[in-house]
């Protein structure tokens, strides 16, 4: 039985009880053959990627988002990861990567995240076998102060396509609407900006530097327990810019569930595997809420508002 922490009352961090455990575990797929897209389609994965990612039917995703253990020394509920060489890393990667990438659609898009230590293996790898086109640096704020070195507060994700001339790319969706700082005018009348009972803001195209990323927190109803969790809103904005309608987003690491939920909020189809018992109990729970519920901190109305700028209301 688990040992249940004692929370604030404000905590709205996801809770899964022993008895709604073996309701949401008879929901996971294992594999031990190969199947088929149909098969796998909306279903999370429970097994570890190296010994079932064989079994995955070839070229069914639109997008590939990988959230891989960084290197670092790491436990994941008992799962451990320990830091590496460099080069063994890279070994590490090369393991199942090649692998992962032959779930990927000849047109599709691949995105893989990491902080500064591994990044660059990462960017080897995707270097190795994609059309790398960009680097992703998000700030994270979270990070442990340090007295004798800058604080790492930023995490990069690396953005490549498998064919450069032909990749599914919606910048309309992914457009960021930021305050109006200087609203100038011309003839009168608002210059690439518009003014309404909100405010006066402005849609700008997105770089690659993202400020307005909100790390889960315990406020949060997104938020679990995992160590490493990805934002909703971070995942939104690369699903909605590289995945089409109905398409298909797959992630070999899908930890407590975040791209799939997210992918299910956004009516794309999704698959994901996750080694880790608990997690892949919690991603059910997690799906089963969005059914009803399809909201994404910070996302709205079709809408990425920068960090703390959406009127209230």
């Known amino acids: 039985m688990q040992k249940e922490k004692q929370r604030a009352a404000m905590n709205r961090t996801l809770q899964v009880s022993d008895e709604e455990m073996i309701t949401l575990r008879s929901k996971l797929l294992t594999l031990s053959s190969p199947v088929e897209v149909n098969q796998v389609t909306n279903r999370t994965i429970q097994g570890d990627l190296l010994e079932i990612i064989d079994f995955l039917p070839s070229a069914f995703a ?54 500064w230590k591994c990044t660059a293996e990462h ?35 690396w ?19 930021r305050k109006v700082l200087a609203p100038y005018k011309q003839d009168g009348q608002p210059k690439d900006w518009e003014e309404s009972e909100e405010g006066k803001f402005r849609m700008t195209h997105p770089s690659n530097f993202w400020d307005d990323i909100t790390v889960p927190y315990w406020s949060m109803p997104e938020n679990t327990d995992h160590p490493t969790q990805k934002s909703e809103k971070l995942i939104a904005k690369l699903i909605l810019a590289s995945c089409p309608p109905n398409g298909f987003v797959f992630d070999p690491f899908l930890g407590s569930g975040t791209t799939s939920v997210v992918a299910k909020k956004l ?21 089963e809420r969005a059914v009803t519920d399809k909201t994404i901190q910070g996302y709205s109305d ?11 209301g």
């Open 62 to 115: 639109d997008l590939v988002i990988i959230d891989p253990p960084y290197n670092l020394d790491r436990n994941f509920s008992g799962l451990k990861f320990k830091r590496m060489k460099d080069a063994d890393y890279f070994d590490y990667l090369e393991s199942w990567f090649p692998k992962v990438l032959k779930t990927l659609k000849p047109n599709g898009s691949l995105y893989l995240c990491g902080d």
């Open 123 to 157: 960017y080897r790898i995707m270097n190795k076998y994609l059309t790398v086109l960009n680097r992703i640096t998000w700030q994270r704020e979270k990070g442990r102060g340090s007295e004798k070195n800058w604080k790492n507060s930023m995490e990069d994700i």
């Open 159 to 177: 953005f490549a396509v498998r064919n450069s001339q032909s990749y599914y790319f919606d910048v309309d969706a992914v457009k960021v609407r």
């Open 267 to 287: 009516g794309r189809n999704y698959c994901g595997i996750e080694l880790n018992p608990e997690y892949v109990c919690w991603t059910e729970k997690r799906l």
């Open 302 to 312: 079709g809408i990425f508002w920068e960090r703390n700028s959406k009127p209230k």
